[in-house]
């Protein structure tokens, strides 16, 4: 028997109804796609930070540790050889300033004189290094930023007398033991190095 024509028609309406997405189902969809962007930008702004304090921080312990490998050459080469500054006055061998020290290294190759003279000082925000054109009469050269984001130093010389903050020697040529810096980075963490001199 052949079923009526309004069946067919019924049955396949409803077979197309099957096959859409109700308004309700949409709505869940977008807020599933919505969380799940949400937290794929929050992970993603998160692991930037990261990268970018990760960078910082490493950038950091690289100039730290390049400033503690130069400053152990300078001390660790420092001579016994006073000098004379720019105004004509006399310079021990190694001089304590308020905010670094000025010594008369050696062990320069392919220099002559294989000697030079050396400036460490602060300037409010960074520790630096100097270097004279001449050891006698001559005023510091060129500035080298070496540590920057330092917010202060603190300097103490070891001699017979043990750790001091004031270095007076009793003959221009002599020479600290060692010298201890002490560094408070920008956050406040202090950061220590002790050098032998003329070791």
Do not use: Y
């Not at 962007?37 to 930037?48: D, K």
């Not at 001579?79 to 050696?106: E, H, I, N, Y």
């Amino acid at each position: 028997m052949i079923a009526p024509a309004g069946n067919d028609a019924a049955g396949n309406n409803a077979g197309g109804a099957e096959q859409g997405f109700t308004l309700v189902e949409m709505l869940v969809t977008l807020l599933l796609f919505g969380i799940i962007a949400t937290v794929a930008t929050t992970l993603t702004v998160s692991a930037t930070r990261s990268f970018a304090a990760t960078d910082t921080a490493l950038a950091g312990v690289t100039q730290l540790e390049g400033a503690r490998a130069v400053l152990s050459a300078d001390l660790g080469q420092a001579a016994q050889r006073p000098s004379m500054a720019a105004d004509g006055k006399p310079m021990p061998a190694f001089v304590l300033t308020p905010d670094g020290f000025v010594v008369v290294r050696r062990g320069l190759s392919g220099a002559l004189p294989n000697v030079e003279k050396i400036a460490w000082g602060f300037d409010g925000r960074s520790l630096m290094r100097q270097t004279f054109p001449a050891i006698d009469f001559a005023a510091p050269g060129d500035t080298v930023l070496m540590v920057p984001g330092v917010k202060a130093i603190r300097l103490r010389v070891a001699g017979s007398q043990g750790w001091q903050d004031s270095w007076k020697p009793a003959s221009p040529e002599d020479l600290p033991r060692a010298v201890e810096l002490t560094l408070i980075r920008a956050d406040g963490r202090p950061v220590t190095m002790k050098f032998l001199v003329a070791a």
